[in-house]
Every structure is written in structure tokens, then in C-alpha cells.
């Protein structure tokens, strides 16, 4: 089996593309419901191109986008479940609440379905739905294969909030379920210090398999400190919002799976799972329904393992009529993707939701082109719709109002013969550093992009100007950080 990341919504890639016990070990951590937008920040690397601030994800669930789905679920869901899922709408109505339990309903159903007869399930999340879930799984799955609800602790402070009357929540809950009895399950060591000792064991050299993982109290302090969460100035770090640690994925990969199994994340966010399971040496299937976490796990997986990691992505535009279809699905994931092909980073800020407010500035791509290495800036814009003269001499306009050097728009329809006699006409900008002329304002056509492959000519790029920092090198032999972390 080759290793697969999908691009789009996982309840339809899963029953459509992926077969009925398929996989040995399903990891998920979808939103939380926590009714937050998560943003992620995109800096120059140089810090003078001014940071944008771009929504990467809404942890928000809307009754109306989850009615087909409660609707299917009623009509063609088991007996158990039409009784759960109605007697849940009975007691909490239609609200965010109930929209997440029934599309988490809906996506744990196929995943029960794909997972094979020895496999298990790690579901991760928050006290606040917590209960709700492990009802629909104790349905789906029968309560006997319940194994244990794990408490990840994501920190070790105590006490109140300061601003409200509460606790603080310091952990995450995993929900762990296997598919039948005979399922895989590999227990995990601590190895022995050097100065140990076995009680009552007299010779410390004496052969033993160390310490089981879930005996905490040889592990010290500062190590569970430094092991439990990644830190704002962690390495690992790649400001995804809400990453885990590749340590907890390498030791729930450890223990339920082997080498050579398939590992599967429907919610593969950052790429943290797919990380772990390439370097433990499994095969892996992600799915992710924004275009920015899909692109994050690509550069993620060729930085950390360059070309010793094979993979297909499925999903991503590969020609002009599936570029089309995404542009009419959701024109700002058509604009994400466009921007990246010619290596833009997106421009916004928090004021994002209000759209239409973006100046007309969709994208910004920083060069250096000057002996002070100060950074500029070539505007871009991108449409997905109809295209006329007017778009070029906006663009024009929005060049010289933030004094950027060049400004180019990308189009999902072929331009005009006026909209290309514009272009022309706003003339050149000529390079310090590569002594060369480029056009002030171009176009690039996403049909010309794919059918002719065309691009544009732009200055060398001022390096990763995007917002996930460079990931680290993995060996994937030899070195073995599962050991780190605390569940």
C-alpha cells in the first residue's frame, strides 16, 4: 500500500475511497468544539514584510450545515444509533453541541467500518464533549471493547483562574476502544537508570525490561515538565495551533500497531501523526478538509525526511477543470492554494471576517532586491470569477498606494485581450540585484497554468516566508524520543 494524503471533507473521502478493514490503528483529534476561530500568523523570515494573520480553522459547529447528516443518520443509521442520536436531539435541541455529536457520530461510524479486526481506535478530546462521545462509541463499538480513558495532562500548574471562578483545565482526554479481543497491544518500557536497583534485587546488572511506561515515579520533575506539551519555544514547534507532540503519537503508534501497519488520521491537522508513523516505519493515510494543513504536511514530511518519504496527494487541483471545482466550492481554499503556486503567503488580519476589508490584497510575496536586504513585496490578487480591464487597473492602483514593486493576478479564467493590453501598459520594474526588467503588473491564468505551464517571472524569494517554521530532521531508525512525554 502506498501512503496517501487526502485534501477534502473525510466523511466523504472515507466512504468512497477507503475499504472496509483497511487500517490497524485510527488516531483522531478533531475540533474541540470550543467555539474559537484558531489563526495562524505568517511572518517574513526577515521580519520586515508586515505579519498577517489568517484564520486556519473555526472550532465552531453550526446546526444547519449538520441537518443532511442528522437526517441520514435517522433514515439509514443502525437501530441504536436512530435511538441515541434522537434522544440526544430530544434533550439538547438544535444547537452547536448537537451538530458535533452528530457529524462526529457520522465520521465514527466509517472509521468503526475501515478499521480491521485487530485494530483499535484513540479518540482525543476535551472534558467538554468527552462524555457525549464515549456514549456514541459504547454504541458503536459495544461497551465491552472500552479499554481506557487516558488522561493526557497538558500541564502541571494548579489552582483557580485568576479573571472567573473555575479551575483551570490542565488535560485532554483519549478515548481508547479496540474493534474485538483480538487486538494488538504492545507494552511500553522506560529503561532502567543506571544506578537501579529491582526491589529486593541484590545484583543491579541482573537482566530486567525496564520500567513499565505508566510507572511515573522514576521520572523526574523536570522531565515531565519538559515532556508534556510543546512550549512556545519548543523546536518541534511549527505554529499550528493546536499540534500535539510527536511523542504521544510515537507511543499510542508503538503500542497498538507494528511495523508495516497502516495508521490513519481523518483529522491530520499539522501532519504530527503521519510524522510519528513514517518514522516508526508504518504506512499511513491522512485527510484534511483545509488546504493550508495539507500543505503544511507536505513541506513538514520533505523536511524531516526529504526524498525517503513516499506519498501521494489526493484532492489538490491536478488540472484546470478540478481547480474549477474548488474555486466553486470554496473560492478562500482556491485562494490559499492559488496563492501557493507561485509561493505568495496569504494577507489578512484579525478584522478577516469582515470580508471584503482585505484592500484588495489577497496575498504577498516578500524579495530581497536591494544592498540594505530590506524586504519588498509583490501585491497579488486572485480571482476565481469573472475577470475584466477593471481588476488590472485595481491591482495597478493597489501597487502604488503600498508603494509594493510588482502586483500580479491570478485568474481562474483565461484574461481579456484588454485585460492583457493593461497589463502591458503599466510597464516594468527593474531588478537591482538580478539587473533585469520584469512586468510591473502580470497575469497568470490557471488554465494557461496547467494546459501551457506557465508561471510568473518574479525576483527570488526572500526564503520560507510562510507561517509553519522549518521541521526537524528525522532519523528514522536509532533515535527514539517516545520515552518523553507522560500520558
Known amino acids: 500500500m502506498e501512503n496517501i494524503l487526502y485534501y477534502g471533507d473525510n466523511l466523504k473521502i472515507m466512504r468512497e475511497s477507503i475499504e472496509d478493514e483497511s487500517v490497524d490503528l485510527v488516531y483522531l483529534d478533531p475540533p474541540f468544539n470550543s467555539q474559537a476561530d484558531y489563526n495562524v500568523i505568517f511572518r517574513d523570515e526577515l521580519g520586515e514584510a508586515p505579519p498577517a494573520q489568517k484564520k486556519a480553522f473555526t472550532d465552531f459547529w453550526h446546526w444547519p450545515e449538520a441537518v443532511d447528516e442528522y437526517e441520514d443518520l435517522l433514515e439509514g443509521g443502525p437501530e441504536r444509533i436512530r435511538r441515541l442520536i434522537s434522544g440526544f436531539y430530544e434533550i439538547i435541541g438544535p444547537n452547536p453541541i448537537m451538530a458535533y455529536l452528530v457529524k462526529m457520530t457520522a465520521r465514527l461510524i466509517e472509521i468503526h467500518r475501515v478499521i480491521k479486526r485487530t485494530g483499535s481506535l484513540y479518540l482525543h478530546c476535551d472534558p467538554s464533549a468527552s462524555h457525549y462521545l464515549k456514549i456514541i462509541l459504547d454504541v458503536i463499538y459495544d461497551k465491552k471493547n472500552f479499554r481506557r480513558e487516558i488522561i493526557w495532562r497538558i500541564g502541571w500548574v494548579s489552582g483557580f483562574k ?35 536497583k529491582r526491589r529486593g534485587q541484590v545484583d543491579a546488572t541482573a537482566k530486567t525490561p525496564g520500567i513499565p511506561i505508566e510507572d511515573v515515579w522514576n521520572i523526574s520533575k523536570e522531565e515531565r515538565l519538559n515532556s508534556i506539551q510543546i512550549m512556545s519555544f519548543s523546536k518541534e514547534k511549527l505554529g499550528y495551533a493546536t499540534q500535539k507532540p510527536v511523542a504521544l503519537l510515537e507511543r499510542i503508534i508503538k503500542s497498538s500497531s507494528n511495523e508495516g501497519d497502516i495508521i490513519f488520521d481523518p483529522f491530520c491537522g499539522c501532519g504530527t501523526t503521519i510524522e510519528a508513523a513514517e518514522k516508526l516505519n508504518r504506512k499511513w493515510i491522512g485527510i484534511d478538509i483545509t488546504y493550508h494543513a495539507v500543505n503544511l504536511i507536505t513541506k513538514r514530511l520533505n523536511d524531516a525526511f526529504g526524498d525517503y518519504c513516499e506519498y501521494r496527494i489526493i484532492g489538490i487541483p491536478e488540472d484546470y477543470p478540478s481547480a474549477r471545482a474548488l474555486a466553486d466550492q470554496n473560492k478562500y481554499e482556491f485562494q490559499w492554494w492559488a496563492l501557493d503556486l507561485i509561493g505568495a503567503r496569504p494577507a489578512g488580519g484579525v478584522e ?72 502591458a501598459a503599466a510597464g516594468s520594474y527593474q531588478s537591482y540585484v538580478f539587473n533585469k526588467k520584469y512586468p510591473k503588473i502580470q497575469i497568470l491564468n490557471i488554465k494557461d497554468y496547467f494546459e ?36
Not at 494488538?184 to 537508570?193: A, E, I, L, S, V
Not at 495597478?396 to 481562474?412: C, F, Y
Request: hydrophobic share 35%.
Open 162 to 196: 485568576t479573571k472567573t471562578a473555575n479551575w483551570i483545565r490542565n488535560h485532554d482526554t483519549i478515548l481508547y476502544y479496540v474493534k474485538s479481543g483480538g487486538f494488538t497491544f504492545n507494552k511500553q518500557y522506560f529503561p532502567h537508570r543506571a544506578d537501579y
Open 352 to 423: 478577516e471576517k469582515k470580508k471584503g476589508a482585505d484592500l484588495g490584497i489577497d496575498g504577498v510575496y516578500p524579495f530581497i532586491d536591494d544592498e540594505d536586504r530590506k524586504s519588498k513585496i509583490a501585491i497579488v490578487s486572485v480571482k476565481g470569477g469573472r475577470t475584466g480591464p477593471k481588476d488590472v487597473r485595481d491591482l495597478l492602483g493597489t501597487v502604488e498606494r503600498e508603494k509594493a514593486a510588482m502586483g500580479v493576478l491570478i485568474t481562474l479564467n483565461p484574461p481579456t485581450k484588454r485585460m492583457i493590453v493593461e497589463a
Open 452 to 487: 501551457k505551464k506557465e508561471s510568473v517571472q518574479l525576483p527570488l524569494h526572500t526564503g520560507r516566508s510562510i507561517a509553519f517554521k522549518k521541521a526537524q530532521k528525522v532519523v528514522k531508525e536509532g533515535e527514539d524520543n517516545q520515552n518523553n512525554l507522560q500520558i
